[in-house]
């Protein structure tokens, strides 16, 4: 195959891989769709890249005015369209096998780290701890470990894993992280914890026990489902503000409002409690709580502007769902996380780079906003 590949006489090699179609169906279908999306031209080997008046009603029920979406499924939106339909819209998801777990993934070290701290601020709020200050901290201290012993204890005997030193070691880092957190919450007086793991239109367990059953419509009638993971009140109760804890690393912008729209939540969240709660979000923001995140932060006021540019992503997503517009366009090195890799296969973002741009002029725009 060597030569046949360096050659540049198109005559010497045509036809030499014709063989690749005849060899099994599933073969020639991936042949055809890759000469097909190597064309500079868009096509239905791109994605979905217009409506038929078949598609039309099945992608009407898919708007955002007519069923709820989480937060963190229209992200992927951003990050591009294609990943969006598959896991949104026809809700595909990897193939799990089972396998022993020898180290904590990303995933599941933030699911505990989240559950730990709701669990800590109930227990606070239900002993009439809370605001955690230097009085209490010593306390509020013996009862984070407490519930970090708890929690570690749940998630050992469900993941089972396979190192239990391994794990000890992680769950003394999550320990570290919290504990370190919990004493920058002792010097912090403006803002009250007051709802943990809010939801609104889920059902799971160990949500806040005033969750909103129901999705919130928002005013321009867009439908949104999620999980707020604190919500503290000034101390006169007059404004909130609305907290995504994160546990990685903080790549936020300072001038961050929604992150080109894969960071939605502080804004849209804010949005979603205003209309639940009926009341006034001051602020939003991203907290970085860890060790890795340096235990930064990163704030955003939530004022007419901050909520114009969330209904900007709301109404942008919502578009390209009416006009059938979900093509493959990564973002800069978004295949390299992407869990639908083997249904495009590589070099995605090169290929896409030599399309027309018109059809990618909303999914642009959206990745241009701050």
């Known amino acids: 195959?060597?030569?046949?590949?360096?050659?540049?006489?198109?005559?010497?090699?045509?036809?030499?891989?014709?063989?690749?179609?005849?060899?099994?169906?599933?073969?020639?279908?991936?042949?055809?769709?890759?000469?097909?999306?190597?064309?500079?031209?868009?096509?239905?080997?791109?994605?979905?890249?217009?409506?038929?008046?078949?598609?039309?009603r099945a992608l009407g029920h898919h708007r955002l005015r007519n069923r709820p979406y989480s937060l963190s499924a229209l992200q992927r939106f951003a990050t591009c369209p294609y990943q969006f339909l598959l896991?949104?819209?026809?809700?595909?998801?990897?193939?799990?096998?089972?396998?022993?777990?020898?180290r904590m993934d990303p995933l599941t070290?933030?699911?505990?780290?989240?559950?730990?701290?709701?669990?800590?601020?109930?227990?606070?709020k239900a002993g009439g701890a809370l605001p955690i200050t230097a009085s209490n901290l010593t306390a509020a201290i013996g009862t984070l470990h407490g519930v970090i012993n708890r929690v570690a204890a749940q998630y050992e005997d469900d993941l089972a894993p396979a190192i239990k030193r391994v794990w000890?070691?992680?769950?003394?880092?999550?320990?570290?992280?919290?504990?370190?957190?919990?004493?920058?919450?002792?010097?912090?007086?403006?803002?009250?914890?007051?709802y943990f793991e809010l939801s609104f239109g889920l059902h799971d367990e160990g949500r806040d026990p005033r969750s909103l059953p129901d999705p919130v419509?928002?005013?321009?009638?867009?439908?949104?489902?999620?999980?707020?993971?604190?919500?503290?009140?000034?101390?006169?109760?007059?404004?909130?503000?609305?907290?995504?804890?994160k546990t990685g690393r903080n790549r936020s912008n300072r001038d961050l409002i929604i992150g080109g729209g894969t960071v939605l939540q502080p804004v849209l969240y804010s949005m979603a409690i205003e209309r639940g709660l009926n009341t006034r979000v001051k602020s939003g923001r991203l907290y970085y709580c860890t060790t890795a995140g340096g235990f930064s932060e990163t704030a955003i006021a939530i004022d007419d502007y901050a909520r114009s540019q969330g209904l900007l992503?709301?109404?942008?997503?919502?578009?390209?769902?009416?006009?059938?517009?979900?093509?493959a366009a990564p973002a800069h090195d978004a295949c390299r996380w992407c869990d639908f890799r083997p249904v495009c296969g590589p070099d995605e973002e090169r290929r896409v780079a030599r399309k027309p741009e018109a059809l990618l002029a909303d999914l642009q725009a959206l990745r241009g906003v701050r």
Request: proline share 6%; net charge negative.
């Open 87 to 102: 896991a949104a819209i026809h809700r595909l998801e990897p193939w799990e096998e089972p396998e022993p777990l020898v």
């Open 313 to 327: 992503a709301l109404t942008i997503v919502d578009r390209a769902i009416e006009l059938g517009r979900l093509p």
């Open 168 to 194: 000890r070691d992680e769950i003394d880092d999550i320990r570290r992280d919290l504990g370190i957190w919990a004493h920058r919450l002792a010097g912090q007086r403006e803002w009250i914890p007051e």
């Open 217 to 245: 419509v928002l005013e321009s009638g867009f439908i949104l489902r999620g999980s707020v993971d604190l919500i503290e009140q000034s101390p006169g109760g007059s404004a909130l503000r609305v907290t995504e804890h």
């Open 1 to 56: 195959l060597g030569p046949l590949l360096e050659t540049r006489d198109v005559a010497a090699v045509k036809g030499h891989a014709r063989y690749l179609l005849e060899l099994n169906p599933a073969l020639r279908r991936s042949v055809i769709s890759r000469w097909a999306r190597a064309h500079a031209r868009w096509s239905t080997s791109d994605g979905l890249i217009q409506v038929t008046p078949a598609t039309t």
């Open 109 to 124: 070290r933030g699911s505990l780290f989240h559950r730990a701290q709701a669990e800590f601020f109930r227990e606070l």
